[in-house]
Structures are given as C-alpha cells and as structure tokens.
C-alpha cells in the first residue's frame, strides 16, 4: 500500500465549468490573481467543509492534497494546499509557483527536512520526500498538464529555473 492509497487519493475528470475555471486560473491574469490569494481561500475552504474539499477543488476540479511541511529558517509548520500528481501508488508536487520564476517555499522546506504530513479528506499520513528521477519528472510533469492544462502555461513562462519535481513516499517501516 503507498501513498495514495493511504489517503484514498483520486483524479477525477472536471466537468465544463471547471475546465472554465482552468483555463481562466492558468491565464496570466489569473496566476496574478490566484498565486497570493488560492491558498487561503484553499484554507478556509477547507475549514468551512471539514477537510472534504478546496477552492480549487470545486472551482477547477483540481484534485488537492495538504501538506505540512517544517519551515526551513522558522522551524515551525507550514501548511499548503497542493495539487498532487499520481506516480505509481505515491504522489509528485510540482514546484511551479503559478508560473512564477521564483520556486515555492514548500520546496526548500521539503528539501531542508523531507518529512511532511499529507490530508486529502479527512485522512492523514506522514510522508518522505524526495527529487524525482529525470524519467520521473517528465512522467509527472506531462501527468500534470493532463490534469491541470495550466501547467504547460506555467512551464512557458518559467525561463530561468528548472521547474522541481518532488515524490511523496511513506516512510519505512
């Protein structure tokens, strides 16, 4: 059993009105406005449905995990909403930032301390991270773009950085 079984992990496919919603989230304009502001809408609208589902859920029907990391300079938890792309029976995060050129900081967090705790509807695990291989990460980069076309837009405009690929694991035993 990994990950993603542990925390009963799913892609479904959107209907019509959350492709819209796609289509306007990964626009320019929409990572202007979505990169500050999804992830406490995320938030709350999680709080609001006890942890059954986003935002970006309901508006997009981009699946999402929640990950708590430990801060790299703060040493304290740090909670973000993500997408998380299958590979296997485990998860991917894709570090795009929204198509910003600057990565997220759940990256550096995982990469200072890869252990983080995963929730996705009221089920929770810790986990391992670790970089995807090369293979991997294309495998989970075109994964990606099939489940969130806004991808290959964030990868268009990402010019001076690698984009990074991390794999969520469960720990051994």
């Known amino acids: 059993m990994g990950l993603q079984s542990s925390i009963g992990y799913e892609v479904r496919t959107p209907n019509l009105v959350q492709r819209g919603g796609q289509r306007l989230a990964s626009s320019s304009v929409g990572a202007k406005v979505f990169a500050p502001t999804a992830h406490h809408v995320d938030k709350l609208t999680l709080r609001l449905t006890r942890g059954h589902t986003t935002f970006a859920g309901f508006l997009a029907g981009i699946p999402v995990l929640t990950i708590t990391t430990t801060g790299h300079r703060s040493g304290l938890p740090r909670t973000m909403p993500l997408l998380g792309v299958p590979i296997g029976d485990d998860v991917a995060l894709v570090g795009t930032n929204f ?75």
Do not use: C, F, K
């Open 99 to 173: 198509g910003r050129e600057t990565e997220p900081a759940w990256v550096g967090n995982l990469r200072a301390n890869p252990r983080a705790t995963v929730e996705h509807r009221g089920m929770r695990v810790d986990a391992v991270a670790r970089e995807a291989t090369p293979e991997e990460r294309e495998q989970v980069l075109g994964d990606a773009a099939r489940i969130y076309p806004g991808y290959d837009a964030y990868r268009a405009r990402i010019t001076t950085r690698t984009i990074p690929v991390l794999v969520l694991e469960l720990p051994p035993s």
